[in-house]
């Protein structure tokens, strides 16, 4: 009986093992191919371990990694595909958006303080932490609201947009390897489209700036 229990298992082991190798093995196929057709940096890393790739879109970076992620018990952990974008241009100084996933994160940029977004595209789903609230605010019109909570929104995925007074970075984690690589390049655009929308000209960066104080942190 345990023989037979042990064989059982066994196969439900190695079944694992294979599938996950053959995800894993897809996505680096499909990583490269992308790096490829955008002339990104690929990195296929060891033969059981992940990829990753990096570049430059326009005014931005893209990257994608693999991150592992550990259950709210400690008792298990995962690994996600994370899509990070970052703009160095200036922003406002400061905020942080997320869904609930990166509630702890957000709560613990201790420079930033919880804020109501005022918008019908904004829900309870979504949290925000702001510095600077007369700047940030004035920053925040419905039409980059709508932009923001368009990224945050995306299906399947957990989000975190960070800017100040530096630079802007999203990043998305998701637990779809992503090995299709038009999908990939419809993400990639769809986020940078967003992005766009969000982004100020040299006169409203100096209007929001006199708003703030001299010297600021750097959250």
Known sequence: MWIFLWIVLSAILLGATGWSLLILLRQKKAWEAFAKSKNFTFVRGTFMGPAEMSGV??????????????????????????????????????????TKEMLPFLQSIGTLKPTKIESPHWDESLFA?????????????????????????????????????????????????MQDVAKMDKAVSRILGLLEKVRLTPEQRAQYAAMQPNTQPTA
């Open 57 to 98: 879109i326009n005014d931005y970076k893209v990257s994608f990694f693999s991150v592992e992620r550990q259950s709210a018990d400690m008792r298990s952990r995962r690994y996600m595909t994370a899509l990070e974008i970052e703009l160095t241009e200036p922003v406002i100084d400061a905020a942080a958006m997320g």
């Open 129 to 177: 932490f702001i510095r600077n609230e007369e700047a940030v605010k004035a920053y925040l019109t419905p039409e980059r609201i709508e932009a923001y909570t368009g990224i945050l929104k995306t299906r399947g995925a957990d989000i975190i947009v960070v800017f100040n007074e530096k630079k802007l970075v999203a990043r998305l984690e998701t637990a779809d390897p």
